[in-house]
């Protein structure tokens, strides 16, 4: 069932969502080459404690995994699309990273992921990773009342397609609210016009994934939490908060 929002519960979202923000502004800044994924992670935990907010992501346990998630970031490091878990393991020159993160503040959810390199970028890198943040734009400028769940999926799965890259199906956005997911899914390609109608006060989480080879194949890694493309080809991940509104989509993980 999906949850709509007061006026008052998306302000209290927005904090939330700044949090995330100030998490991944974080995280970027101490991302370099031979820093690990776990000082990412602390980077994250020192942000979550300054603000006093908990961790959506730690503990998580959904059935498909093996285990509770060990960390407050998903950390993903090129062939691994989402819920890479942030280990020992060093960033080296080139590498594509992309970085979950939550955070709940007041018992409210946001949740919000970025991409980017470290060291020299590979020029199709840097491709990936602007058509993921396009891909994110032009799902945002669709989640408008009077739109559908499928304008915003029609709309993402658009621009990824036209780049020529895969789209891992079965994973996709969601409703956020008092809990990181609830009702309803929002898929990363579908069909305009279709699906539950857009209403003020929604809240969704909008997060194209995008396979830099071009295939939609990807499986899990032995750890049972993260996704890697199949044919080892890098993938980008990138992802807002959003409030439905009649004055229009307003993020709610931007700074
Ligand atoms: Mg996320
Ligand atoms: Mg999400």
């Not at 000082?39 to 503990?59: C, I, K, Y």
């Not at 699309?81 to 993160?101: E, K, N, Q």
């Not at 194209?208 to 032995?222: A, Q, S």
Request: hydrophobic share 40%; with cysteine; proline share 6%.
């Amino acid at each position: 069932m999906v949850q709509l929002k007061t006026d008052t519960s998306i302000e209290a979202m927005r904090e939330a969502g700044r949090v995330v923000a100030q998490i991944l502004t974080s995280v970027r800044e101490a991302a370099a080459v031979g820093v690990s994924l776990r000082e990412l992670d602390e980077a994250a935990r020192e942000v979550l404690r300054e603000a006093g907010a908990t961790s959506p992501f730690l503990n998580y346990h959904p059935h498909f995994a093996p285990m509770p998630f060990p960390a407050v970031i998903c950390a993903s490091v090129n062939d691994a699309i989402v819920h890479g878990i942030p280990t020992t393991d060093r960033l080296r020159d080139g590498d594509l990273v992309s970085i979950d993160a939550g955070a709940t503040l007041d018992g409210w959810v946001g949740d919000s992921a970025i991409s980017f390199t470290v060291g020299r970028a590979r020029p199709e890198d840097t491709r990936l990773i602007d058509t993921a943040f396009a891909a994110l734009d032009a799902g945002i400028a669709a989640a408008v009342v009077g739109n559908r769940i499928g304008d915003i999926a029609h709309a993402i799965g658009t621009v990824c397609r036209r780049a020529g890259y895969g789209i891992p199906e079965g994973f996709g956005g969601h409703g956020v609210g008092r809990t990181m997911h609830e009702d309803p899914g929002v898929p990363n390609e579908g069909r305009p016009g279709r699906g539950m109608p857009l209403r003020h006060g929604m809240a969704l989480a909008i997060e194209p994934m995008l396979i830099g080879g071009g295939l939609d194949d990807f499986h899990p890694d032995r750890d049972g939490w993260t996704l890697r493309t199949s044919d080892g080809s890098r993938a980008a991940h990138a992802e807002h908060t959003v409030a439905i509104t009649d004055a229009g989509p307003r993020i709610l993980t931007a700074l």
